[in-house]
């Protein structure tokens, strides 16, 4: 899905924006065990309530592509397929196909702890794209987008708080209760795409990148977890590391950092993300011939004759630096201030400063 897409859902997750038609939820205790179901209504929630399942469902649309969202493929002539298509057409009312998902899922997921499984069905009118060709159509189509949302959010014992009792105006503590956090995992079907439904995909998040809870893509879609971004990130430094003259230097990380979150910043308003060809990494690495071979060969082993997402390469809202004693936390936007150098035998990491400096808050002078 592209972002202006992904955007368009996001804003329908508010209490008078969405046709949010039931929300279903399965809490599952530590020992996998089921200790309650049950089927609401958001109408028929109040306010507050409503807005905490709401803003769930909208973390679940959230996250980097690549990084916390894949694109997940659904064979609807398949039993998990089948199934994922049976939820949708029923907008979740089919009982047994809702059970069916809670179990799976339950069967299939690894995660220590109790959770609470929610699901909810959503139609969204899709708005009609006037042209000059057809201008007196009204701004509005009968074209319908139904899909569901699933996602996991762990269930954590709360501390013991000290509250303010309104009846007697005076403090009291409160015992540790149940609270449900944030998803840590969950799935949209189908993918909104060109103003329709692609049930032969899924769009997946999960909160972890580095954990993409390959059980649970496994029980639910029966396919094979993609590659998650910090692997890929990982697999492509270390071809750099291994066709490189020098290795992987501070000048190299540095110079695609600047270069792609520079594309990156330019193409913000663009509805798909940055993604660059196996020789405009070459180009920016400015490597010889003799590299550039070598490294051509190994990206095509690594990764074949596609492109990669910018964003696997760089962190564009992140520049650090760690070393064994010392974590440096620089501007991402202004890494051409950092400099690596050997001086008489050792190494350092030199800033330029610009303006006052301070040490834990305090101003310094600098000789």
Excluded: W
């Excluded at 807005?51 to 916390?68: D, M, P, Q, V």
């Excluded at 009312?93 to 109790?114: H, M, P, R, Y």
């Amino acid at each position: 899905m592209n972002k202006k897409d992904l955007a368009t859902l996001r804003r329908r997750f508010a209490p008078d924006k969405n046709d949010i038609s039931i929300i279903r939820g399965c809490f599952v205790n530590e020992k996998r065990e089921i200790v309650s179901t049950f089927s609401k209504s958001p109408l028929s929630l109040p306010e507050s309530e409503a807005e905490h399942y709401l803003a769930s469902f909208k973390k679940t649309l959230g996250g980097a592509s690549g990084r916390n969202q894949f694109t997940i493929p659904v064979h609807t002539d398949d039993p998990a397929g089948q199934l994922l298509r049976q939820l949708q057409t029923s907008e979740l009312t089919d009982e047994k196909a809702v059970n069916k998902l809670f179990q799976t899922i339950i069967d299939g997921l690894e995660i220590e702890g109790s959770y609470l499984i929610l699901a909810m069905h959503d139609a969204y009118s899709v708005p009609y794209k006037k042209s000059d060709e057809h201008a007196e159509r009204p701004d509005f189509s009968d074209k319908v987008f139904n899909y569901i949302i699933v996602t996991v959010c762990p269930v954590k014992l709360t501390k013991p708080l000290l509250t303010f009792f309104r009846d007697d105006r005076d403090f009291h503590t409160v015992e540790p209760d149940l609270a449900v956090a944030g998803p840590a995992l969950g799935f949209m079907y189908p993918v909104f795409e060109d103003g329709g439904a692609d049930v032969n995909s899924a769009l997946y998040y999960t909160k972890d990148p580095a954990d993409l809870h390959a059980d649970f893509i496994d029980a639910v879609f029966a396919a094979q977890a993609p590659e998650s971004g910090t692997d890929q990130r990982e697999a492509f430094y270390s071809v750099l590391a291994d066709t490189l003259e020098d290795g992987v230097t501070f000048q190299v990380v540095q110079g695609l950092h600047e270069n792609l979150t520079a594309q990156i910043s330019e193409r913000k308003s663009s509805a798909a993300p940055l993604e660059v060809s196996r020789g405009e990494i070459a180009n920016l690495l400015n490597v010889s011939s003799v590299e550039q071979k070598a490294f051509d060969e190994a990206y095509l082993e690594q990764f074949g004759a596609v492109g990669m997402e910018a964003t696997t390469v760089v962190e564009p809202k992140k520049f650090v630096i760690e070393t064994e004693n010392a974590m440096i936390q620089v501007d991402p936007q202004r890494s051409d201030l950092v400099e690596m150098k050997r001086i008489d035998g050792r190494r350092y990491v030199l800033i330029a400063i610009e303006g006052e400096a301070t040490v834990n808050g305090v101003e310094v002078n600098i000789p």
